[in-house]
């Protein structure tokens, strides 16, 4: 299963703002992303909804994976991890000012 680590950098966490765009991202990906923290089950990253429920506070470090049954035939392996690269940018990347 493609998966990546990221930790949470925007300053109020994945909550309004930064959450739209991480989850604008994830739609924009085309892929059915799931993101995690701590043992604690999946959510469906493509849900604003889900993500701001789950309440990733900056610093959360947090996993982004695709399982590999729900990967499209029109994607690659290298595809989906540049995708999941993609995204741990945007995570660790947006600062909320």
């Known amino acids: ?25 994830v739609l924009e990906t085309g ?12 959510v469906d990253a493509r849900s604003l909804l889900e993500v701001m ?7 959360c470090k947090v996993e982004l994976a695709v399982a590999p049954g729900a990967i499209p035939e029109r994607c690659s392996t290298r595809d989906v991890e540049a995708a999941l690269d993609g995204l741990r940018a945007v995570l660790e990347s947006a600062r909320s000012r």
């Open 53 to 59: 429920t789950e309440d990733f506070q900056y610093g």
């Open 1 to 25: 299963m493609p998966v990546r680590n990221a930790v949470v950098q925007a300053d109020v966490g994945l909550h309004a703002r930064p959450a739209a765009l991480f989850v604008r991202a």
């Open 31 to 42: 892929l059915p992303v799931t993101i995690s923290r701590d043992g604690r089950p999946a």
